[in-house]
T-cell receptor, first 111, second 114 residues
Framework: QKEVEQNSGPLSVPEGAIASLNCTYS??????FFWYRQYSGKSPELIMS????GDKEDGRFTAQLNKASQYVSLLIRDSQPSDSATYLC???????????FGAGTRLFVKA | ETGVTQTPRHLVMGMTNKKSLKCEQH?????MYWYKQSAKKPLELMFV???????ENNSVPSRFSPECPNSSHLFLHLHTLQPEDSALYLC?????????????FGQGTRLTVV
């Protein structure tokens, strides 16, 4: 059973701080990794994708990938109350059609 | 128009009813998906279609029946559902079904089975 594990939280950070969200996955052959943001009552929205080891930055967001450790993380700099949401880690199955999602980490940014 | 549109947004149905969920994508994508999202559980992949061909059926009960008449439209036909089927049903599309591909989700249909 291929799995994606995330700490369910809630993770609470003050406004302006760095929020760090972590994810581990079991499928060693996976090549594609994604972070989605889901506001309460809304559908998931893609915010970052990463395919190779290292860091990828997009505005206030940085995704980090370590395939040897099977670990993906998302850093949110200068966190804002509008960043309060559930963040879903997703991993594409190696050689298959499935994207496997973690259960998500709830983030609260306190004003 | 938004990229992926789902109708209806909310649906309440009895266990003996038959209903259908509709999804339409305007992104020119070749792959479409149905996911189920229950409270406090990960998104569960139900079905994957690539160029109108079903390529993944993730052990879904037969009371859920998908239909993909073309690459822009996807339906989920529902019949004799159970209360535990109440959930948010999400449609998504992606440029292709395999490889480095990002999914774009519709707004979802909130289904309640009574």
């Amino acid at each position: 059973q291929k799995e994606v594990e995330q700490n369910s939280g809630p993770l609470s950070v003050p406004e302006g701080a760095i929020a760090s969200l972590n994810c581990t996955y079991s499928d060693r052959g996976s090549q594609s990794f994604f972070w989605y943001r889901q506001y309460s009552g809304k559908s998931p929205e893609l915010i970052m994708s990463i395919y190779s080891n290292g860091d990828k930055e997009d505005g206030r967001f940085t995704a980090q990938l370590n395939k040897a450790s099977q670990y993906v993380s998302l850093l949110i700099r200068d966190s804002q109350p509008s960043d309060s949401a559930t963040y879903l880690c997703a991993v594409n199955e190696a050689g298959g059609f499935k994207t496997i999602f973690g259960a998500g980490t709830r983030l609260f940014v306190k004003a | 128009e938004t990229g992926v549109t789902q109708t209806p947004r909310h649906l309440v149905m009895g266990m003996t009813n038959k209903k259908s969920l509709k999804c339409e994508q305007h992104l020119g994508h070749n792959a479409m998906y149905w996911y189920k999202q229950s409270a406090k559980k990960p998104l569960e992949l139900m079905f994957v279609y690539s160029l109108e061909e079903r390529v993944e059926n993730n052990s879904v009960p037969s009371r859920f029946s998908p239909e993909c008449p073309n690459s822009s439209h996807l339906f989920l036909h529902l019949h004799t559902l159970q209360p535990e089927d109440s959930a948010l049903y999400l449609c998504a599309s992606s440029p292709q079904a395999m490889g480095n591909t990002e999914a774009f989700f519709g707004q979802g249909t909130r289904l309640t089975v009574v």
